[in-house]
């Protein structure tokens, strides 16, 4: 089983967003997934619970009792666990990044959210682990095809000490629609921009893994 930790230090950086999204998009491609919340706000909680079609597990659960979680989901054949975690306490944080194989940083493409991301990688890299840092929320009046962030907020976040994902989502009203009835936006909007936004960055988190000698298999039968 492989687990990826989704955290932030900064409120409304699309945490659970990211979180919810990832379960649902690995769950439909074969995955065998649950996801942890244990962010007090159980946000992602409810988002899954109001889901209507069959979706990924999920779990309430807090920091002290990750370990417990994670042993529990390998027994009952979860190859899937992402954790989506709260803004503070770090030592909450730091529980679930010490178990993860991944910990994605999300944070916007703004100069607010540079300090926040710049901490979140620190306690990544001080505890040993691989990550990556997502950026969410970017403006949408590019093409398709431009950077997910300015110039100047990239060459920053080069010293973070965490590669960049090549990938963002930016910001759309497909994400809000979408959880709101427990959906991922590949459900929601299919072929859509969102989506397609939401499945390349999959796609790069799964090679990071494969590439980590971490490749998820997806279930037969």
């Not at 040993?128 to 950026?135: A, H, K, N, P, S």
Request: aromatic fraction near 4%.
């Amino acid at each position: 089983m492989k687990t990826i930790t989704v955290l932030s230090r900064k409120g409304g950086a699309g945490k659970t967003t990211l979180a919810v999204n990832l379960a649902i998009t690995a769950f439909l491609e074969g995955r065998s997934v649950m996801l942890a919340d244990i962010d007090p706000q159980r946000s992602a909680s409810d988002a899954l619970r109001a889901r209507q079609a069959p979706g990924p597990a999920f779990a309430e659960s807090c920091a002290g009792k990750l370990f417990h979680a994670k042993s529990s989901a390998m027994r009952d054949g979860v190859e899937l666990l992402i954790i989506d975690t709260p803004a503070a306490p770090e030592t909450d944080v730091t529980q679930a990044v010490n178990i993860s194989d991944l910990c994605l940083v999300v944070g916007r493409p703004s100069f607010l959210d540079l300090a926040p991301i710049v901490r979140s990688a620190d306690t990544v890299r001080r505890l040993g682990r691989e990550g990556l840092v997502v950026l969410n929320q970017a403006h949408t009046n590019k093409a398709e095809v431009a950077p997910i962030a300015f110039p100047e907020v990239i060459e920053a976040l080069r010293f973070c000490g965490l590669p960049l994902s090549p990938y963002g989502l930016r910001s759309r009203g497909a994400f809000q629609q979408a959880i709101a009835h427990g959906q991922s936006v590949c459900e929601w909007e299919a072929g859509g921009p969102a989506a397609h936004d939401m499945q390349r960055l999959w796609r790069h988190i799964e090679m990071t893994l494969s590439q980590g000698q971490l490749e998820l298999t997806a279930r037969t039968g």
